[in-house]
């Protein structure tokens, strides 16, 4: 069964520190996605990015920057010169659109961003 | 733009009373899903649904039932509440999953409930 680790379960940085949030998925399907969502304290659920399994370009959009490696299994989230508006629970979260129609998600990181 | 409706945005009961969570979207999305968001355990999927009149089970369907008659609604029900079920309750859409990928999921502002 499909599965998403966040090892990270709380982290704080300085604002305009580099910060990387780590996910390791397991599947046993060759095409499958992913997807990044953050949850801000106000408690909705933004999505941020969608990564198909076939395409393994990394991915920069402003501040924040995505690195896919197959061959480890990661698909880990950069954000480059924090901001207290940063701060949030990130989740990584998995499908395998041909084998059901489930998305799984990991337990998120919480990052701290202080001013 | 609407979007994704829950109601109630809080609710409380007490163990063994039933109640509905609504879920109404109004984006014509074929697919909906339920997750409930517990601290520690992230987001874990209760049912989903792919289209009108059909169902399935996710990772903790266990004291859930869903049906979906229509395709912009996607009721879930608490049949006997217990206050393991205390958590907030996400319902979610997406344009379709059946094109072969998966589409970005549009979530409902939550709902809390609490099970005394």
């Known amino acids: 069964a499909q599965k998403v680790t966040q090892a990270q379960t709380e982290i704080s940085v300085v604002e305009k520190e580099d910060v990387t949030l780590d996910c390791v998925y397991e599947?046993?399907?060759?095409?499958?996605?992913l997807f990044w969502y953050k949850q801000p304290p106000s408690g909705e659920l933004v999505f941020l990015i969608r990564?198909?399994?076939?395409?393994?370009q990394n991915e920069i959009s402003g501040r924040y920057s995505w690195n896919f490696q197959k061959s480890t299994s990661s698909f880990n989230f950069t954000i480059t010169a924090s901001q207290v508006v940063d701060s949030a629970v990130y989740f990584c979260?998995?499908?395998?659109?041909?084998?059901?129609?489930?998305?799984?998600f990991g337990k998120g990181t919480r990052l701290h961003i202080l001013p | 733009n609407a979007g994704v409706t829950q109601t109630p945005k809080f609710q409380v009961l007490k163990t063994g009373q039933s109640m509905t969570l609504q879920c109404a979207q109004d984006m014509n999305h074929e697919y909906m899903s339920w997750y409930r968001q517990d601290p520690g355990m992230g987001l874990r999927l209760i049912h989903y649904s792919v289209g009108a009149g059909i169902t399935d089970q996710g990772e903790v369907p266990n004291g859930y039932n869903v049906s979906r008659s229509t395709t912009e609604d996607f009721p879930l029900r608490l049949l006997s509440a217990a206050p393991s079920q205390t958590s907030v309750y996400f319902c979610?859409?997406?344009?379709?999953?059946?094109?072969?990928?998966?589409?970005?999921?549009?979530f409902g502002s939550g709902t809390q409930l609490s099970v005394l």
């Open positions: 979610a859409s997406s344009y379709s999953i059946t094109t072969g990928g998966n589409e970005k999921l549009f």
């Open positions: 990564r198909n399994s076939f395409d393994e």
């Open positions: 979260a998995l499908s395998e659109p041909f084998r059901d129609d489930k998305i799984i």
């Open positions: 599947t046993r399907d060759t095409t499958y996605y």
